[in-house]
């Protein structure tokens, strides 16, 4: 099964997007248990039937809508979290992030040149990403502290 959602701007939900969710989640839960008594009729014998959410494919906010990870402002890597070197420009204002040249490889010029970037050479290790487990984990400790829907505020940073 394929389910497409295409919310475009200007009225997009933003973090509401648990309400329109909140159905499906509820589907792929029951789906993720198993729902006894599905009947194959090339068989013509029942069986559990069990599914899971494979894939997602959106633009980067939205990623941050539904993972409830920060993708802006100091802490807009969520890989990084917390080790995001930001670096906030001189006459635009926005946020730049010169340490991104550490992910690259080491045979890579970029790290090297200077003059392209922030007059500084790049010799930082890159973030190791977090494992299943470490997810879960702040998963699990920072999604019971705020409540999902419409009246409610985004939640809060998750980094350490």
Not at 34 to 54: A, P
Request: glycine share 10%.
């Amino acid at each position: 099964m394929m389910l497409t959602l295409l919310i475009s701007s200007p009225k997009q939900p933003g973090n509401n997007i648990d309400v329109y969710l909140k159905p499906l989640i509820d589907d792929l839960k029951r789906l993720w248990e198993g729902v006894r008594g599905v009947y194959d009729s090339t068989k013509n014998q029942t069986f559990t039937l069990k599914g899971c959410l494979l894939l997602t494919i959106n633009d980067y906010p939205a990623y941050g809508n539904l993972s409830g990870s920060i993708v802006k402002g100091y802490n807009a890597c969520p890989i990084c979290v917390e080790n995001t070197k930001p670096t906030r420009l001189v006459n635009g204002g926005r946020m730049s992030f010169i340490g991104s040249r550490r992910w690259l490889g080491k045979s890579h010029p970029y790290p090297r040149q200077k003059a392209a970037f922030n007059n500084h050479t790049e010799h930082s290790p890159a973030p190791i990403p977090l494992t299943g487990e470490e997810v879960l984990q702040r998963e699990e400790k920072d999604v019971p502290k705020y409540k999902f829907g419409r009246k409610n505020g985004p939640p809060a940073y998750k980094g350490a």
